[in-house]
């Protein structure tokens, strides 16, 4: 596809490390599943099954193993392990993801109090036998964390086990890197990666707007979750180029010149 146009961005290819799209799958069918697998699955590493619908969604065992056959990771939202911790049923949250055959796990503590030295531990404890995601920030609107802490919660959470570290913004977008009203908080975004490595970090970017922030500024093969199932195949023209919100992003500058004949 690439030799067809020139100046596109080279997009890195799977398994990869860098570039990564997280797709939330909110209780989606097995044939939708297929579908989306059929569409997308070249673009896709990992697929959230959203905060507890895992627990009221029918079929997952076999929809988890749809995505494994895709080479996607697949793991239940923090959301759920949190719902675990709180009961003080962390265990039965292992047996949990292994009956389902997950090969990954999210930790967050976005809805509930956690020490930190504790949200680790989970961490360090699930990164033995799976990919581990963390989430740092809260699901709150209006709870504000200084971005110091932002930081050094990310640097702990990497050194514990994460493969990545997950930067909050809900699936609204409404909330931790972005303003009330789905703005990104520059500030905070920038401290952040003066700290922590752009490739360590994955940045939910539910709104359109919000992948188009990311990818002018970090380039295309920034890494993206809370991707919904349909914007896939659009995030995917935006990555490279192919939209008219990113258009002008990756061509040099004699192209951007008026054509006149």
Known sequence: MNTLLSHLPQRTQKPRSNGLTMIM??????????????????????VKLG???????????????????ANIKVYVGGT???????RNQFDNYLRYIENLGLDSAEVSDGSIELNHDKKCEYIHTLSKNYTVLSEVGSKEEGVIIHPARWI???QSELEAGSF?????????????????????????????VNKVKIENIIW??????QQVYFLKLF????????????????????RIGL?????????????????EN
């Open 25 to 46: 799958d909110k209780g989606i069918s097995l044939r939708q599943a297929e579908d989306l697998i059929s569409a997308g699955s070249d673009y896709i590493d990992f």
């Open 243 to 259: 939209r008219g919100d990113t258009f002008f992003t990756f061509l040099p500058e004699a192209m951007k010149n008026p054509i």
């Open 164 to 192: 990545k570290v997950i930067a909050e913004a809900r699936e609204s977008g409404t909330v931790g890197i972005f303003h009330k009203n789905g703005s990104a908080h520059t500030m905070l975004i920038n401290r952040i």
């Open 80 to 86: 759920l392990l949190e719902a675990f911790v709180i």
């Open 219 to 238: 380039g295309a093969n920034v890494n993206v979750g809370n991707i919904g199932v349909d914007d896939i195949i659009p995030l995917e023209t935006l």
């Open 51 to 69: 905060f507890g619908t895992s627990l009221v969604s029918k079929h997952v065992k076999e929809k988890v193993k749809l995505y494994q056959a």
């Open 152 to 154: 050094k919660m990310m």
């Open 204 to 209: 939910e970017t539910p709104q359109k707007s």
